[in-house]
């Protein structure tokens, strides 16, 4: 890009590749100050190209998303505290819905030790994390496979998502505006989410904060039609009073402050909180 330098440059690339760049880690990497590298990340947040986060920065991307496995290290930590949170919520016996994000695989991979539960999913990966677990019994949507997730998406997959009424269903998102509507990249993808979300009894989403600070074109859903949301830090306070008015649950898996965006440089804020935090 016009107006790089070379190490700006060399940064956008990583953080392409991987997802994420973390200050520490760059200014090792370059032999250069912290502070240097916070300039150059806040020099690539002006152009839009990144986003901050705590001690770092993401892909900053409104019509695009990022690569499926680079969306593997972004928050990561998170996603698997949101994950072991999501799942302890949901009880033996049961029958859920679980689509597509690296998130709601988190969920997959913590509802290894349940029981007698009825898994439907358009996600080939969640079907392979769960289909080996003798008291889970997995139903694939059919239909045409995306090559670069394993998403299953179609009209075949939505047919066949209708033909049940679950009990819980397990939603990630790309994006969350600050009227509280969950955004996506792939209209197809979101047609499956909508079938999802309109045949179960339960709606959780499961979101990492960093999907508060990006932007995605196509219309999911409203905050108002799930019933749990989890997430890994505090909401700002517009998203909080939707989620108050409207009776939905915010599960918080870690204790954060109530910001992760890095703007000084301070250092990272807390680890994972032992049990979840639960926010009426």
Same mark, same amino acid.
């Given at each position: 890009?016009?107006?790089?330098?070379?190490?700006?440059?060399?940064?956008?690339?990583?953080?392409?590749?991987?997802?994420?760049?973390?200050?520490?880690?760059?200014?090792?990497?370059?032999?250069?100050?912290?502070?240097?590298?916070?300039?150059?990340?806040?020099?690539?947040?002006?152009?839009?190209?990144?986003?901050?986060?705590?001690?770092?920065?993401?892909?900053?991307?409104?019509?695009?998303?990022?690569?499926?496995?680079?969306?593997?290290?972004?928050?990561?930590?998170?996603?698997?505290?949101?994950?072991?949170?999501?799942?302890?919520?949901?009880?033996?016996?049961?029958?859920?819905?679980?689509?597509?994000?690296?998130?709601?695989?988190?969920?997959?991979?913590?509802?290894?030790?349940?029981?007698?539960?009825?898994?439907?999913?358009?996600?080939?990966?969640?079907?392979?994390?769960?289909?080996?677990?003798?008291?889970?019994?997995?139903?694939?949507?059919?239909?045409?496979?995306?090559?670069?997730?394993?998403?299953?998406?179609?009209?075949?997959?939505? =047919?066949?998502? @209708?033909?049940?009424? +679950?009990?819980?269903?397990?939603?990630? !998102?790309?994006? *969350? $505006?600050?009227? %509280?509507?969950?955004?996506?990249?792939?209209?197809?993808?979101?047609?499956?989410?909508?079938?999802?979300?309109?045949?179960?009894?339960?709606?959780?989403?499961?979101?990492?904060?960093?999907?508060?600070?990006?932007?995605?074109?196509?219309?999911?859903?409203?905050?108002?039609?799930?019933?749990?949301?989890?997430?890994?830090?505090?909401?700002?306070?517009?998203?909080?009073?939707?989620? =108050?008015?409207? @009776?939905?649950?915010? +599960?918080?898996?870690?204790?954060?402050? !109530?910001?992760? *965006? $890095?703007?000084? %440089?301070?250092?990272?804020?807390?680890?994972?909180?032992?049990?979840?935090?639960?926010?009426?």
């Amino acid at each position: 890009m016009a107006g790089l330098s070379h190490r700006q440059t060399e940064i956008l690339n990583i953080a392409r590749a991987f997802g994420r760049v973390m200050v520490e880690d760059l200014a090792k990497r370059f032999e250069v100050s912290a502070q240097t590298i916070r300039k150059d990340l806040n020099d690539l947040c002006d152009q839009r190209s990144l986003t901050r986060i705590h001690g770092g920065a993401i892909i900053a991307s409104g019509v695009e998303n990022l690569a499926y496995e680079a969306r593997r290290f972004v928050a990561a930590e998170e996603k698997r505290a949101i994950g072991v949170a999501a799942a302890s919520r949901i009880p033996n016996g049961c029958s859920l819905f679980i689509n597509i994000g690296t998130t709601t695989e988190e969920v997959a991979s913590a509802l290894t030790s349940h029981e007698d539960l009825l898994v439907i999913t358009n996600n080939l990966n969640v079907a392979m994390l769960l289909y080996r677990h003798p008291r889970i019994e997995v139903i694939v949507a059919g239909g045409a496979v995306r090559r670069a997730d394993g998403a299953v998406i179609g009209s075949t997959a939505i =047919s066949l998502i @209708g033909q049940f009424k +679950v009990d819980y269903a397990i939603i990630g !998102a790309s994006a *969350i $505006d600050e009227e %509280g509507a969950l955004l996506d990249f792939d209209y197809r993808e979101v047609q499956a989410a909508q079938a999802i979300i309109a045949n179960a009894r339960s709606v959780m989403l499961v979101a990492d904060s960093t999907k508060l600070r990006r932007s995605a074109p196509v219309r999911i859903a409203h905050l108002s039609q799930i019933q749990t949301f989890v997430t890994d830090a505090p909401l700002p306070a517009g998203l909080a009073n939707i989620c =108050s008015h409207r @009776g939905i649950e915010v +599960v918080q898996a870690m204790e954060k402050p !109530a910001t992760d *965006i $890095d703007d000084s %440089g301070g250092e990272p804020a807390s680890a994972v909180a032992p049990t979840p935090i639960r926010v009426r």
